[in-house]
T-cell receptor, first 110, second 115 residues
Framework: DAKTTQPNSMESNEEEPVHLPCNHS???????IHWYRQLPSQGPEYVIH???SNVNNRMASLAIAEDRKSSTLILHRATLRDAAVYYC???????????FGQGTRLTINP | EAGVVQSPRYKIIEKKQPVAFWCNPI?????LYWYLQNLGQGPELLIR????????DSQLPKDRFSAERLKGVDSTLKIQPAELGDSAVYLC?????????????FGEGSRLTVL
């Protein structure tokens, strides 16, 4: 399974943008880049995914480097409810499974 | 639309006792997953079902863990006998197999404490 590397923790302030980085240097051409987040005492929740192009949805934006070896999840205006562990995961359609790493614990200060 | 439903939410048992967790996936989702999450760690896959067939159970400790998905809908994960190290959160997830690009829907999990 291709690996991802994320910082263990990050901190930001409420109403400011947050950029969560992820490195995935061994990504293959068919791997999708996924982001999930896990709020306290909840199961993981899908946030966004992409293959090559940048993606936007109501929750966040995903910026993918041109060589696909890294990506950034962007929360445009963080709220206290965005405090969670964010996981960057590579999805290989053949294996049909998500392999989670440690994720980044995001703290939002009021 | 109802999400993935798991029960019980919390379970406390003594070691060597059996325990079972139940999962009801989202209607129409053919693929069902059981994950194990230890404190402070990311979830780890235990088993994946396509309809009623277990297609990936390589990480399931088969000496004490078993799972079933009769009729390809609900699933049960059982541990017998439980050990202290089994204390964790057991997560169920489901997805639609058709054209799936990795969007899984997770339940809230079942937190097991073994004393």
């Amino acid at each position: 399974d291709a690996k991802t590397t994320q910082p263990n923790s990050m901190e930001s302030n409420e109403e400011e943008p947050v950029h969560l980085p992820c490195n995935h240097s061994t990504i293959s051409g068919t791997d999708y880049i996924h982001w999930y987040r896990q709020l306290p005492s909840q199961g993981p929740e899908y946030v966004i995914h992409g293959l090559t192009s940048n993606v936007n949805n109501r929750m966040a934006s995903l910026a993918i480097a041109e060589d696909r070896k890294s990506s950034t999840l962007i929360l445009h205006r963080a709220t206290l409810r965005d405090a969670a562990v964010y996981y960057c995961i590579l999805w290989n359609g053949g294996a049909q499974k998500l392999v989670f790493g440690q994720g980044t614990r995001l703290t939002i200060n009021p | 639309e109802a999400g993935v439903v798991q029960s019980p939410r919390y379970k406390i048992i003594e070691k060597k006792q059996p325990v079972a967790f139940w999962c009801n996936p989202i209607s129409g989702h053919n693929t069902l997953y059981w994950y194990l999450q230890n404190l402070g760690q990311g979830p780890e896959l235990l088993i994946r079902y396509e309809n009623e067939e277990a297609v990936d159970d390589s990480q399931l400790p088969k000496d004490r863990f078993s799972a079933e998905r009769l009729k390809g809908v609900d699933s049960t994960l059982k541990i017998q006998p439980a050990e202290l190290g089994d204390s964790a959160v057991y997560l169920c997830a489901s997805s639609s197999t058709q054209g799936n690009t990795g969007e899984l829907f997770f339940g809230e999990g079942s937190r097991l404490t073994v004393l």
